[in-house]
């Protein structure tokens, strides 16, 4: 994921595209949505139904309904509040939908978990749809909570295509949110491929040392080697540590991290990845892990890497990279849009480019794969009166604003006169020239986005095609060319990518060792890079981590997979 959307309530944000996709509305499917077993109907369901299937066939409610959910804060024009605002006024009028007394404004997502929280223990009245964060403990309070009803029946018959064509591509979204054979939380989808791992290499050093793209580990070392030895702007090896990483909590993360170095020994660290019986296994304790540490040694002996690394964060790990004394940040596509500014800005004539992750010596060669196309998701309370409400509203925004069409009322912005305007006669959605710009609207559900668009066009245009759409010529106006050509590396190493596996709460034995044995992870780890344990300290460790609760919460992590991948 991007640095855009590290907080779990805000989707990813493309400052000037809030889009997402072309489909039918209905899905076909004439299942009836059904509560759960503790679940309350309404007076009358046949009624309630009826009104739904009105609803949808007219694409709103006449008359309107009143709903309640979870909005948090966004900036508002002068004359608008959170009751009443450029928002609230598009669903009313386009799907008859109005913001009830009952609906949450928290000042911001700590605040939230805690009103959350103190809600659950206090029998305190619930929003009718209710914005889950990210934290599958929390999520499985929530289900064991009985305040909320599945959604599988509710999903089958409503869901737009798209949602449903995605959902059906990629069954694991629904890992966090089955239990028992049930659904219980609607995703939101997101882009996919966002946070894939490529090498941003300092192009210009690679032109004047007339080195090549390095395709293998071997090949890396050599340029690392070359950019801290004969360095092209001059600058002493001492002042130069080519790899720019970060060791300080996690190095299987969204940048400087190090999932490709250990793909290129077979395994991908601090994950779950499947072995080749389809059983999951924990990466970091894979023998791979053994040999990505060794080489890890190997190269801060030799000053490829910053003795403070392992005091760096992900943001503070890329800074080395942009005050240029750093060659190889290893990072998402979107990293022209930040940090690279800063490098252009601080180093006169430096130039980057995006890079596929080598191979290992045996040809192994692998990255991380976190997103599944979902950014977060939502529960439908059982008593609520319209629970189909939120899908009505979240098939809109797909259908219309993710992907608009030429001519459609959403094909420059949003809304006129906020995100877009006509300036001189022409449509423009350039900040720079809009009185009063705004594109912070209160969706509920936050922008809706195509999962795969944003990196299909992507590479569109990197290979020299022209933007069609409205969509294309946004990411055209918007996106870097580096930003094009990094995407294109993306898709050209898709099939290298390790999905992690385990996304459920945390297991019984979890809950009482997790925290010791990735405290003795980290600390192995960073003593054996640092030469201050010899590598065989590694199987020391992997013995250690099986006999203290690995190897229990191995059985019960397969035991949880089993269950919901074989939910139907």
């Known amino acids: 994921m991007s640095k855009f959307n590290k907080k779990w309530l805000v989707p990813a944000a493309m400052s ?57 804060p966004k900036k508002y024009r002068e004359g608008e509040t959170k009751e009443d605002n450029v928002h609230t006024r598009f669903m009313e009028e386009k799907l008859g939908i109005k913001l009830s007394k009952d609906t949450w404004f928290p000042a911001g997502s700590d605040q939230y978990k805690q009103q959350l929280q103190l809600a659950l223990t206090s029998g305190e009245k ?19 909570s009985g305040e909320f009803m599945p959604i599988d029946e509710l999903f089958d018959k409503y869901a737009n295509q798209t949602w449903k064509d995605h959902a059906a591509k990629h069954p694991e979204l629904w890992y966090p949110f089955t239990k028992d054979g049930k659904k219980w939380n609607l995703p939101i989808m997101e882009y996919t491929d966002n946070d ?9 050093w690679m032109e004047k040392l007339n080195l090549q793209a390095p395709k293998t580990i071997a090949d890396l070392e050599n340029i690392l080697d070359k950019f801290k030895n004969e360095n092209p702007d001059g600058l002493a090896a001492k002042d130069v540590y080519p790899l720019a990483v970060s060791l300080k909590n996690n190095t299987n993360t969204w940048m ?22 389809g059983n999951l296994e924990y990466g970091s304790v894979n023998p791979g892990a053994k040999q990505a540490l060794a080489k890890m040694q190997e190269w801060m002996q030799k000053g490829y890497i910053h003795p403070d690394a392992a005091l760096w964060d992900e ?46 010596p045996d040809g192994k060669i692998g990255t991380k794969w976190q997103n599944s196309g979902v950014n977060s998701s939502f529960m439908i309370n059982k008593n609520a009166e319209h629970p189909e409400a939120i899908i009505l509203y979240y098939n809109y925004l797909l259908d219309n604003l993710a992907n608009p069409a030429v001519g459609s009322e959403y094909e420059y912005g949003f809304a006129k006169g906020y995100d877009w305007d006509v300036v001189d006669g022409e449509p423009t959605s350039d900040q720079s020239k809009i009185k009063d710009f705004n594109n912070d609207f209160q969706f509920i559900t936050g922008p809706a986005r195509i999962p795969d668009l944003y990196m299909k066009t992507l590479v569109k245009l990197a290979e020299g095609n022209k933007p069609e759409t409205p969509y294309e010529k946004q990411l055209f106006e918007f996106r870097k060319p580096e930003n094009w050509y990094a995407a294109k590396v993306v898709m050209s190493q898709i099939d290298v990518r390790k999905q992690n596996y385990f996304t459920g709460a945390a297991t019984p034995t979890m809950i009482s060792k997790w925290n010791l044995l990735r405290q003795s992870e980290l600390e192995t780890f960073n003593k054996i890079i640092y030469n201050k344990l010899p590598i065989d300290a590694f199987d020391t460790f992997v013995t250690s981590w099986k006999s203290n609760g690995g190897d229990q919460i191995t059985k019960e992590v397969n035991d949880w997979f089993k269950s919901v991948s074989q939910s139907k």
């Open 16 to 72: 000037l595209v809030v889009l997402a996709g072309c489909s039918n509305n209905n899905g076909g499917n004439n299942a009836s949505p059904s509560a759960n077993d503790g679940a309350s109907p309404s007076a009358s369901a046949s009624a309630e139904q009826s009104a739904a299937d009105k609803a949808f066939a007219a694409g709103k409610y006449d008359p309107p309904i009143e709903i309640s959910t979870i909005l948090m």
């Open 126 to 144: 619930l929003p009718d749809f209710l914005m889950v964060p990210t934290d599958p403990v929390l999520t499985n309070q929530l289900i064991d």
């Open 196 to 204: 894939d791992t490529v090498l941003w290499l300092r192009e210009d």
């Open 256 to 277: 400087g991290g190090l999932d490709w170095l250990f793909g290129a020994y077979g395994t991908i660290e601090e994950q779950w990845n499947k072995d080749a019986s």
């Open 315 to 360: 943001g503070k790990s890329a800074e080395i990279w942009t005050k240029g004394n750093a060659g190889v940040l290893p990072g998402a596509n979107w990293v022209p849009d930040w940090p690279a500014p800063d490098l252009l800005k601080n180093v006169k004539g430096a130039k980057y480019k995006a890079y596929p992750v080598p191979a290992g």
